[in-house]
């Protein structure tokens, strides 16, 4: 059985939804459809990268990303429910 996917985007914080958190928000969801339950996309509050925002937490492997466009919500749905490798280009850390 593979693992359950979550994809926190922050849209409740004081930047991202400033610099297109929404947008990305809208986009993930777009592309998680028709995933089933394997990838659910949540949108939260700050996840204290404000400062990379739009900031994304993919769970349970806590992968970090910053400076998501809706032109990446694709490649981070497709990458994630392969299993593949964190999309190195978007990781960011505090
Ligand atoms: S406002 Fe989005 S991570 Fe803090």
Same mark, same amino acid.
């Given at each position: 059985?593979?693992?359950?996917?979550?994809?926190?985007?922050? &849209?409740?914080?004081?930047?991202?939804? %400033? @610099?297109?958190?929404? =947008?990305?928000?809208?986009?993930?969801?777009?592309a998680?459809?028709? &995933?089933? =339950?394997?990838? +659910?996309?949540?949108?939260? %509050?700050? /996840? =204290?990268?404000? %400062?990379?925002?739009?900031?994304? +937490?993919?769970?349970? =492997? %806590? +992968?970090?990303?910053? @400076?998501? &466009?809706?032109a990446d919500a694709a490649e981070i749905v497709s990458t994630? /429910?392969?299993?593949?490798?964190?999309i190195? @280009?978007l990781? &960011?850390?505090?």
């Amino acid at each position: 059985m593979s693992k359950k996917i979550k994809i926190y985007v922050c &849209t409740e914080g004081k930047k991202c939804p %400033k @610099r297109g958190g929404k =947008d990305v928000a809208r986009a993930l969801h777009k592309a998680a459809e028709g &995933t089933g =339950d394997q990838l +659910v996309v949540k949108e939260c %509050k700050c /996840l =204290d990268l404000c %400062k990379k925002g739009p900031a994304v +937490v993919v769970m349970p =492997d %806590k +992968v970090r990303y910053g @400076r998501v &466009t809706e032109a990446d919500a694709a490649e981070i749905v497709s990458t994630h /429910l392969a299993g593949g490798e964190p999309i190195k @280009r978007l990781q &960011t850390r505090k």
